[in-house]
């Protein structure tokens, strides 16, 4: 699926000649990867974006930094509850008019949307390197679950209805109508997905949307923005305020915003909770994650080597749905782990931009130190580092500035121990080892979160009883993080509520009106 991806948005038009496909991506990554020239080219004017233009904001300077190299290449003014307050209003005033295009005109600038930014995905793709890290291959593919977004959702809200009711004679009926204006918050791991899961839903059912990006990857979504411009989005309807927390608290707390989304972590979410209860907005919440990797004894060994890499090494390990708790069946668990360690230690880190790299830079020095921590502490818990385990220091100088950490296999855990129940958000995984069904079922459920989960086995019968008792909301068999356009994707327990993707999260940016019509003379007792 993931080369599938690649290749949709990349290749679709060169001809494989008889060569295999990773030969012909390798040739065209290195044309397109040499360096982070495009990325700087395409950088915006500013990092606020009000009314269809670029917006100079009243707060403390925000610098963008090259994740690779850790050089600042632009400096923004961020936003304040002033300039929050200007971009509500603005959003106010286009809901007026927003609200009343047809689903179906609103859908089209969706597609249109999606047909545009597909041609230029090789220039998002540079963005999004240059500002996350994620190797250039990673972020061709984020594009594509970017434009698989608005393409589905700009297709199905155009049949998307209410219910008719016959009351034998009379009648009522629902409609689907927006909530207003929708504050939405996002992550430093996939700003331009993320913004691409909301703004779909949101925009497709008439609502307008005051965006903020993670303070560390802002820049990608300011592009986007200038994009829904050219296709004929109207001023207002998508306005983006930078900063740190204190600009998504004045989104959260603002009596203008009736709606809130959110990705993060669990205490954010639990705070946004707290600062949308006193006028009761709606809340969505995409939350952390310590997800359940279940593999038996009889699933072919190479590809359950292969599900837990996918379930651990995209984005550095910044993925919030990662299978970082790897319980194998005891009987297969060293041939398993010995496997693992082995591919693992060929994984190239270093510059993202070049062909080959499988692991980029960490997002800042904050979580570079928490990852670091969470390694030592394994240890002091008598953890075994299997492979990793620290930093790493690429050949290149030009990388100096950038921070690097080996992707990491931990073997020797236990249920208790700090690694296996915490969100560690970085490249390390946790090898554990089981006996029954039952019992690994129950290990795998003894956690606060629930966003996903994925069983591996070549009996189906087990594969489906498994996965119907994960406590989880997004599921996998026989793979990981495979979660296409089509189906929601969302959480139980601490990972939070409702969806994005599939037809179900126009559910969570629309409320139902419910209207009863009487075609006869009123009952009336009261004569």
């Given at each position: 699926?993931?080369?599938?991806?690649?290749?949709?948005?990349?290749?679709?038009?060169?001809?494989?000649?008889?060569?295999?496909?990773?030969?012909?991506?390798?040739?065209?990554?290195?044309?397109?990867?040499?360096?982070?020239?495009?990325?700087?080219?395409?950088?915006?004017?500013?990092?606020?974006?009000?009314?269809?233009?670029?917006?100079?904001?009243?707060?403390?300077?925000?610098?963008?930094?090259?994740?690779?190299?850790?050089?600042?290449?632009?400096?923004?003014?961020?936003?304040?509850?002033?300039?929050?307050?200007?971009?509500?209003?603005?959003?106010?005033?286009?809901?007026?008019?927003?609200?009343?295009?047809?689903?179906?005109?609103?859908?089209?600038?969706?597609?249109?949307?999606?047909?545009?930014?597909?041609?230029?995905?090789?220039?998002?793709?540079?963005?999004?390197?240059?500002?996350?890290?994620?190797?250039?291959?990673?972020?061709?593919?984020?594009?594509?679950?970017?434009?698989?977004?608005?393409?589905?959702?700009?297709?199905?809200?155009?049949?998307?209805?209410?219910?008719?009711?016959?009351?034998?004679?009379?009648?009522?009926?629902?409609?689907?109508?927006?909530?207003?204006?929708?504050?939405?918050?996002?992550?430093?791991?996939?700003?331009?997905?993320?913004?691409?899961?909301?703004?779909?839903?949101?925009?497709?059912?008439?609502?307008?949307?005051?965006?903020?990006?993670?303070?560390?990857?802002?820049?990608?979504?300011?592009?986007?923005?200038?994009?829904?411009?050219?296709?004929?989005?109207?001023?207002?309807?998508?306005?983006?305020?930078?900063?740190?927390?204190?600009?998504?608290?004045?989104?959260?707390?603002?009596?203008?915003?009736?709606?809130?989304?959110?990705?993060?972590?669990?205490?954010?979410?639990?705070?946004?909770?707290?600062?949308?209860?006193?006028?009761?907005?709606?809340?969505?919440?995409?939350?952390?994650?310590?997800?359940?990797?279940?593999?038996?004894?009889?699933?072919?060994?190479?590809?359950?080597?292969?599900?837990?890499?996918?379930?651990?090494?995209?984005?550095?390990?910044?993925?919030?749905?990662?299978?970082?708790?790897?319980?194998?069946?005891?009987?297969?668990?060293?041939?398993f782990t010995d496997q693992l360690v082995e591919r693992t230690q060929k994984l190239r880190v270093g510059n993202p931009m070049e062909d080959g790299v499988k692991v980029g830079a960490t997002i800042c020095k904050?979580?570079?130190?928490?990852?670091?921590?969470?390694?030592?502490?394994?240890?002091?818990?008598?953890?075994?580092?299997?492979?990793?385990?620290?930093?790493?220091?690429?050949?290149?100088?030009?990388?100096?500035?950038?921070?690097?950490?080996?992707?990491?296999?931990?073997?020797?855990?236990?249920?208790?121990?700090?690694?296996?129940?915490?969100?560690?958000?970085?490249?390390?995984?946790?090898?554990?080892?089981?006996?029954?069904?039952?019992?690994?079922?129950?290990?795998?459920?003894?956690?606060?979160?629930?966003?996903?989960?994925?069983?591996?086995?070549?009996?189906?019968?087990?594969?489906?009883?498994?996965?119907?008792?994960?406590?989880?909301?997004?599921?996998?068999?026989?793979?990981?993080?495979?979660?296409?356009?089509?189906?929601?994707?969302?959480?139980?327990?601490?990972?939070?509520?409702?969806?994005?993707?599939?037809?179900?999260?126009?559910?969570?940016?629309?409320?139902?009106?419910?209207?009863?019509?009487?075609?006869?003379?009123?009952?009336?007792?009261?004569?």
């Amino acid at each position: 699926w993931y080369q599938r991806r690649v290749r949709e948005a990349v290749v679709s038009t060169q001809s494989t000649g008889g060569k295999t496909l990773s030969t012909v991506m390798s040739v065209v990554l290195k044309r397109m990867s040499s360096s982070f020239t495009r990325a700087v080219e395409l950088l915006p004017a500013s990092l606020n974006w009000i009314d269809n233009d670029f917006y100079t904001g009243t707060g403390p300077a925000l610098e963008a930094i090259n994740k690779a190299t850790g050089k600042v290449v632009m400096s923004s003014a961020t936003a304040t509850a002033a300039d929050v307050e200007v971009a509500v209003k603005s959003s106010a005033e286009a809901f007026r008019s927003f609200r009343k295009i047809p689903a179906a005109e609103r859908g089209n600038l969706l597609l249109k949307a999606a047909s545009l930014l597909e041609e230029r995905a090789e220039d998002f793709a540079h963005l999004e390197t240059l500002d996350t890290g994620k190797p250039f291959y990673e972020s061709v593919m984020d594009v594509g679950t970017a434009v698989d977004a608005f393409r589905l959702i700009g297709g199905i809200v155009q049949c998307y209805h209410g219910s008719h009711f016959d009351m034998g004679g009379s009648f009522a009926y629902t409609t689907r109508e927006p909530i207003g204006t929708v504050g939405a918050i996002g992550p430093w791991n996939y700003p331009l997905q993320t913004a691409c899961w909301k703004l779909a839903p949101a925009l497709a059912c008439g609502n307008t949307v005051v965006y903020k990006c993670s303070e560390y990857t802002p820049l990608s979504t300011v592009a986007l923005a200038d994009l829904l411009k050219e296709v004929g989005f109207p001023a207002g309807v998508f306005n983006i305020v930078a900063g740190a927390g204190s600009v998504g608290a004045a989104i959260t707390e603002h009596p203008g915003v009736h709606k809130i989304s959110f990705t993060g972590s669990v205490p954010t979410g639990k705070k946004i909770m707290r600062g949308c209860s006193d006028d009761l907005k709606k809340v969505t919440l995409e939350l952390g994650g310590k997800s359940p990797l279940i593999i038996f004894d009889d699933f072919n060994l190479r590809n359950a080597v292969s599900v837990a890499m996918l379930a651990n090494f995209f984005s550095q390990g910044a993925v919030c749905s990662n299978g970082t708790r790897v319980f194998v069946q005891r009987s297969i668990i060293k041939e398993f782990t010995d496997q693992l360690v082995e591919r693992t230690q060929k994984l190239r880190v270093g510059n993202p931009m070049e062909d080959g790299v499988k692991v980029g830079a960490t997002i800042c020095k904050m979580q570079y130190d928490k990852i670091l921590a969470y390694l030592e502490t394994a240890r002091k818990e008598g953890a075994e580092i299997l492979c990793g385990g620290g930093p790493v220091t690429p050949d290149d100088p030009e990388l100096a500035g950038g921070l690097y950490i080996a992707p990491t296999v931990i073997g020797g855990c236990t249920d208790d121990m700090t690694v296996v129940k915490e969100e560690i958000f970085g490249p390390v995984l946790c090898v554990l080892p089981f006996d029954t069904e039952d019992e690994v079922i129950e290990r795998a459920n003894a956690t606060e979160f629930g966003l996903a989960g994925a069983v591996c086995t070549d009996n189906l019968s087990r594969a489906y009883r498994v996965v119907s008792q994960i406590e989880a909301g997004s599921c996998n068999i026989n793979t990981f993080n495979n979660f296409p356009a089509q189906i929601p994707f969302g959480g139980f327990k601490h990972s939070g509520f409702g969806r994005e993707l599939g037809e179900e999260c126009l559910s969570y940016y629309s409320q139902t009106k419910s209207v009863f019509v009487e075609t006869g003379d009123p009952w009336c007792p009261f004569d």
